[in-house]
C-alpha cells in the first residue's frame, strides 16, 4: 500500500473510530440515562403501590410514563441520524430541515437555514456533510442550549462548498468535540475551523470543488 493509500486508510478508521465513540457517548448520555431514571422510577412505583399511596403512585407514573416517552424520542432520533432515508431520497436540503425541524421542536431553538447550493454536491459530501451538521447541532444543544442556531451551506469561488454552523450557547470547552468534527471534515479533504467571538460560536468547514462533487 503506497503512503498516500495507506495515510486515507488511517484517516477512514480514526473517522470510524471517533463515530463509534460519538454514537456511544450519545447513546449513553440520552436512551441509557432515560431508562435508569426510569428503572428507579418504577422501584418508587411499588414501593408507593405496597404502601397503598395511590396519589403518589399515579404522579410517579405519570412522570415515568414521560421518560419512556422521551427514551423513545432519542432512539429514533439516533436511528435517523445514522443515515435517514431523505438524504438520499430527496437531498441534503430536506434532510437537514427535517434535523432542524426536531431538534427546533424538542429543544426550543430556533435553527435558521440557509441551503441554497445542495442540488450541486455529489453522495459522499452530502453525507459527511449532514454528519458534520448533525453533530453541530447536537453538541450546540449539549454546551448551552442556545437560543438560536444558523445552518448556511453556500458555493464558494471556484466551484467549492462552505459550511457555516453558528450558535449563541455556551463555549466549547472539549476540544475531543472539535478534534471530531476536524477529522469528519478532513475525511471530505475539508479545511476545519472553530472561533468564538463575544458569546457566538462559529464553526467553518471548506470543501474544495473536487472534494464537494464525490
Known sequence: MSGGADERHQERLRAEQAERRRFAELVHDGPVQHLAALGQML???????????????REIAVRARAVASDASADLRDLAAALEPPAL??????????????????RRGIA???????TDTLGEN??????????????????????KRVTVALTATPGGGIELVLGDDGARERRQAVLDGLAERAATLNGVFTY???????????????SAAAL
Open 111 to 117: 435553527v435558521e437555514l440557509e441551503l441554497p447550493v
Open 88 to 105: 438520499h431520497v430527496d437531498g441534503l436540503a430536506v434532510a437537514v430541515r427535517e434535523l432542524a425541524d426536531r431538534v427546533a421542536r
Open 195 to 209: 472561533e468564538r467571538v463575544g458569546t457566538t460560536t462559529t464553526i467553518t468547514v471548506r470543501l474544495p470543488p
Open 125 to 146: 459530501a452530502r453525507s459527511g456533510l449532514y454528519q458534520i451538521i448533525r453533530e453541530g447541532l447536537d453538541q450546540a444543544v449539549r454546551r448551552g442550549p442556545p
Open 43 to 57: 422501584d418508587a412505583l411499588t414501593h408507593a403501590l405496597d404502601a397503598g399511596d395511590d396519589t403518589a403512585a
